[in-house]
């Protein structure tokens, strides 16, 4: 019997350790880049399970009344920074700001070329969006996956003129018949001061181009000059085999070995490509004097090695307002929040909304803040 409770016990701590260490290598795809090891944002992926395999083990020991369950709980200590990034704990909400004070309303949008392809109604879901910018009054508007025809029939950066955006950049990702232009866009309220282009694609499209992946422009918000980044790093491109892959192993649990494989290949592909552009970005994020509001589809979890190098020394505008997990994709695969306006220490949020306007595969983000020194 005793060698029993011996093994029963040794087997117990045993599958607890491997759990831990898995949770550990987990945590590690936070931090570590996938240029250096392709496989660990797989892992990353599964984060909050092996923090709950943890926690059952955790119950467990406390039910045996065993000591052992401290080293679980020490392992899940070291991934709250990383969880807190997947979900907002702000129970209450800030109080308005006095009246006096100046505010600044961005809206950030994946608007999926405005349901161009979506020939049958395209027309009026192109309107939805435009009557969501209508509703929330944005000074500044970041576009990803944006377009415009030149020609009278689908001209929207003369739509978003006409509603008060006199000021724009457009950095063209693609443009064909001389009309059809593809990319991402910054539209302002106020004049845009400097701009640019950041994040050359190192790789050519199937058009042959290496476009950027950002934009920057500067405007006068009170009297602080404001740096507005757009990005949209890289997709995952999944297409229809993949999607059918997904549908068929949510309905009967069956999964397709050519369909997973092609998954994992673009993934994989996406995760390091998103590594590099990151890294770029962070490079030049910490070379700014300015106050910044970064905007964009990001592509990517907030726990990822992506967002974490983004986010170095910015504050998500979500965590510091909203509550829950704050999903921004709208497509078949739910719960990803990969869209995030994040700014500088200096902002204060107001006010931060997940706009469920389900025209696009990204939902809109809106937020309210005010610069400290404007106070």
Request: proline content about 4%; hydrophobic content about 40%; some cysteine.
């Amino acid at each position: 019997m005793k060698f029993l409770k011996w093994l029963l016990s040794f087997t117990s701590r045993t599958v607890n350790i491997i759990f831990i260490v898995l949770l550990f290598v987990s945590l590690s795809a936070s931090y570590i880049s996938p240029l250096k090891i392709w496989f660990l944002p797989f892992w990353g992926l599964l984060l909050p399970l092996f923090v709950g395999f943890n926690l059952v083990f955790v119950v467990v020991w406390i039910l045996r009344r065993r000591y052992f369950a401290v080293v679980s709980l020490i392992a899940i200590g070291f991934c709250l920074p990383q969880l807190f990034k997947l979900c907002a704990t702000n129970l209450g909400r800030p109080t308005k700001p006095d009246e006096r004070v100046k505010t600044l309303k961005v809206l950030s949008y994946n608007v999926r070329d405005f349901d161009l392809y979506n020939w049958s109604d395209n027309v009026n879901s192109k309107e939805k969006i435009f009557q969501t910018i209508r509703d929330k009054n944005p000074d500044v508007i970041c576009f990803q996956e944006f377009y415009n025809d030149t020609t009278v029939e689908f001209n929207t950066v003369k739509q978003l003129q006409q509603l008060g955006y006199s000021y724009y950049f457009f950095t063209k990702e693609l443009v064909l018949r001389g009309t059809d232009e593809w990319g991402i866009a910054l539209f302002s309220k106020t004049p845009l001061k400097s701009y640019g282009n950041i994040v050359k694609q190192t790789f050519k499209t199937g058009y042959g181009r290496k476009p950027f992946k950002g934009l920057y422009a500067d405007i006068q918000f009170g009297d602080t000059e404001v740096r507005i980044i757009n990005v949209h790093l890289q997709s995952v491109y999944f297409g229809e085999r993949e999607y059918e892959t997904i549908d068929e192993f949510r309905s009967t649990q069956n999964l397709d070995e050519h369909g997973a494989r092609s998954i994992a290949r673009k993934l994989k592909q996406a995760f390091r490509r998103r590594a590099q552009q990151a890294d770029e970005l962070s490079s030049f994020l910490k070379k700014q004097d300015k106050p910044i509001i970064l905007c964009g589809d990001l592509n990517d979890l907030p726990n990822s090695y992506a967002s974490n190098v983004i986010s170095e020394n910015l504050k998500d505008a979500f965590l510091n307002y909203g509550f829950g997990i704050g999903h921004t994709y709208n497509g078949k695969i739910p719960f990803l929040r990969i869209d995030r306006i994040l700014t500088s220490p200096a902002f204060i949020i107001h006010d931060f909304k997940v706009i469920h306007n389900k025209i696009s595969d990204h939902f809109p983000i809106f937020m309210e803040c005010s610069f400290t020194k404007a106070e």
